[in-house]
């Protein structure tokens, strides 16, 4: 998706265009993919640590650079049935909670708002560590690709839509999209 930036119709602020992109890194040509039992939380002594204990794995994940993690389920008699359950408690389904709160922290800080409701899983999130991972880019970052989340502002019919991606101003992409959908931006 293409963008430009705030409401003009210039291609992209001047200011901006003016910075050097960094040269294209060539991505792996494999992934890399770790799969972890939901029950490591399930041990944990409270609330918080298990919390600090997921918050944990994930900073392990993104130093390894992992690409995809799947969580099963290593309790045969226990059914996972949905996605919301009632907070960390022994009734609450481990692999869930683990695997909200990496979603969490594997989202850059500044769509965390956008993108989660408040949840008695994330209770505690608070206390985690930022991963500071790649794509978890600062507003004086310049790259040619940013995570945004489509906010809900008028434009007229036709006219695409815009995105929050954590700089000074919106950013308006070419193609109309729900608000609260996460996306990649090619910045241009």
Do not use: W
Not at 65 to 89: Q, Y
Not at 122 to 127: C, S, T, V
Not at 148 to 176: A, F, N, T
Request: aromatic fraction near 6%; proline fraction near 8%; glycine fraction near 6%.
């Amino acid at each position: 998706i293409n963008a430009e930036y705030g409401d003009s119709t210039e291609e992209v602020d001047s200011s901006i265009s003016d910075l050097p992109l960094p040269p294209p890194i060539a991505g792996r040509s494999y992934t890399v993919t770790v799969a972890l039992p939901g029950s490591i939380c399930d041990n944990a002594q409270s609330p918080q640590l298990r919390s600090y204990l997921a918050g944990q794995v994930a900073r392990a994940l993104a130093i390894f650079n992992v690409d995809e993690v799947v969580i099963f389920n290593d309790k045969p008699g226990v059914k996972v049935k949905g996605s919301m359950f009632e907070g960390v408690t022994k009734k609450t389904n481990a692999n869930i909670v683990l695997a909200r709160i990496l979603q969490y922290l594997e989202t850059p800080q500044y769509l965390r708002k956008a993108l989660f409701p408040h949840h008695p899983d994330l209770k505690f999130a608070g206390l985690l560590n930022p991963l500071d991972c790649p794509h978890h880019m600062r507003a004086t970052e310049i790259a040619p690709f940013r995570e945004g989340v489509v906010v809900k502002r008028p434009v007229k019919k036709g006219k695409g839509s815009y995105v929050d991606c954590g700089i000074d101003k919106e950013v308006r992409i070419d193609k109309e999209l729900e608000p609260g959908t996460r996306l990649t931006v090619r910045m241009s």
